[in-house]
């Protein structure tokens, strides 16, 4: 099993190889995996960050699961998940 450290190694080698790839729905999950890690240990902006600039790029395929699943997660991490 992966520590936080080896988890975090491994997302950031996965979102490199997806933007080598130009794989970008790869990234974005890697990146959305990445965002979760970063919110639980406390780093909301930077999961914020990642996370949103990844889902910036996306201009079709919203009803997808991976962009719906990266969409509510930028709401909680903006506050806007109706828990605030």
Known sequence: ????????????????????????????RATASLSRLWQWQGKHEEALSAL???????????DSNDLRDARALLDVLEGRDGQT
């Open 1 to 28: 099993m992966l520590n936080e450290s080896e988890a975090e190694i491994a997302f950031q080698t996965a979102i490199a190889t997806a933007r080598t790839e130009q794989a970008r729905i790869l990234e974005l």
């Open 52 to 62: 949103s600039q990844a889902y910036a790029g996306f201009t079709e395929g919203f």
